[in-house]
């Protein structure tokens, strides 16, 4: 398994480049936008596994919508970490993640994630924000290859849209 991460951070970087300049924005007032955009995510990503919903016997939105979804946060989790010059991102404990997430319930991890994007990270604790992150994928479901190839058909919409106007 070999997941291309420092691939993704730079298809991240140039989505956001491209998004800055044909917006006129400055990337440098953008991080607390990202941050939000993050957990706005995140919470797309929760409504649609209604883990939280003890009160509701509708199931979990389908695995593509929430597989999406993730993809979705995944991408301001890219675009924190590089807003911390961050462009690679240790892989070497990914075999863990399935056993770890194992013992996690998947609530804990989303308030996890909720209170770790909800501060300013530092580039030291950006390693752990990711790794948690890339934990409720696997908590949810997900390959790391499926995650990839998830990245990418989304990363292309993004462009496509920025092609029309979105």
């Not at 400055?26 to 995510?41: C, G, I, K, P, T």
């Not at 883990?51 to 946060?73: H, N, Q």
């Amino acid at each position: 398994m070999n997941v291309k991460i420092k691939e993704l951070f730079s298809m991240q970087r140039e989505l956001n480049m491209r998004i800055v300049e044909e917006h006129n924005l400055d990337n440098s007032s953008l991080f607390e936008q990202r941050r939000l955009a993050f957990l706005v995510e995140l919470g797309e990503l929760a409504n649609e596994t209604r883990c939280f919903k003890y009160w509701s016997k509708r199931p979990a939105s389908a695995k593509e919508v929430i597989l999406e979804e993730y993809v979705d946060g995944l991408h301001f989790v890219l675009s924190i970490g590089l807003d911390l010059g961050i462009d690679e991102v240790d892989m070497t404990n990914e075999v863990d993640h399935s056993e770890k997430m194992d013992k996690i319930d998947i609530n804990t991890l989303f308030l996890t994630l909720y209170q770790a994007g909800a501060k300013s990270l530092s580039s030291k604790e950006f390693q752990s924000f990711f790794d948690t992150f890339l934990g409720l994928g696997v908590k949810l479901g997900f390959s790391f290859e499926e995650i990839e190839g998830a990245y990418f058909e989304k990363n292309r919409v993004n462009h496509e849209r920025q092609d029309t106007g979105y």
